[in-house]
């Protein structure tokens, strides 16, 4: 079962930042486009941000300025920057791999910003 490992959550307070971390096996992080996801309580499931394996971003629309999605081929790792976090960003963050109609997800790792 592939695999896709998350680190990086945790608590923080308001205006502080958290980086991310997914580590995924060589043979899916080269082709997939990665990305991150979130999913609060009681809220569906949204778009954070994703990279394509040639590096092009995408963010979804509350993100872009805030939060910043890289990877490092070297490592199979894709990260997440998020600065200035507030209490609404509290949610389980979820890393994705996905190429057509393939998706795989990571277990997620939480994310808590104190007010």
């Known amino acids: 079962q592939t695999q896709l490992v998350e680190s990086g959550g945790g608590l923080v307070q308001a205006g502080g930042f958290l980086r991310l971390s997914c580590e995924a096996p060589g043979s899916i992080f080269s082709i997939y486009t990665m990305g991150w996801y979130r999913q609060a309580p009681g809220k569906q499931r949204e778009l954070v941000a994703t990279?394509?394996?040639?590096?092009?971003?995408n963010y979804g629309a509350s993100f872009k300025g805030r939060f910043t999605i890289s990877r490092d081929n070297a490592k199979n790792t894709v990260y997440l920057q998020m600065n200035s976090l507030k209490p609404e960003d509290t949610a389980i963050y979820l890393c994705?791999?996905?190429?057509?109609?393939?998706?795989?997800w990571g277990q997620g790792t939480q994310v808590t910003v104190s007010s």
């Open positions: 990279i394509t394996s040639g590096g092009r971003t």
């Open positions: 994705n791999a996905a190429r057509g109609f393939l998706t795989i």
